[in-house]
């Protein structure tokens, strides 16, 4: 996307992974995202780093690390979740950027049940815009996920 920023759903180890981060890895350019990465690792589940966009159209990436879903540790993993988004916003809006990309972190190979990750997600989002000018997408990658969306946030999740 054609942002000042997209984030990568990371892991701790800043590792190109499979999924959205493998996909941003290969469209950065692989060998010079894991050097940078390889720099400012690690970091802990919850916070956030910037590299270079590299080869992409967005000039910065914001890799942020949310929860590894745990059914036994659902308020500490909301939490997490919800720490990860508002990190990210902060170092967005902290390094003067218009405009932000994010994927519905966690909710892939780390388990997260995409319902609570949309409703997480919406929330963090919308609380932090109610202080801060900057536009802010939230990309949904397949159908049923799509569908989710609607459905929990209604016509707010069409736009854009």
Known sequence: ?????????????????????????????????????????????????????????????????????????????EEQLRSTYISALARAAGNGFGSLAFPLISSGIYGYPKDAAIRIAAAAIWSFLEDHELSVYLVINDDETFALCKELLGETAGEG
Not at 15 to 25: D, K, P, Q
């Open 1 to 77: 996307m054609r942002v000042d920023a997209i984030v990568n759903a990371a892991n701790t180890g800043l590792r190109m992974g499979g999924g959205v981060c493998g996909a941003i890895f290969e469209a950065a350019g692989e060998d010079k995202l894991q050097a940078a990465c390889d720099r400012l690792a690690p970091i802990r589940t919850g916070d956030c780093v910037i590299t270079q966009g590299f080869g992409l159209p967005a000039k910065f990436i914001i890799h942020a690390v949310g929860p590894v879903y745990d059914q036994e540790n659902v308020k500490q993993c």
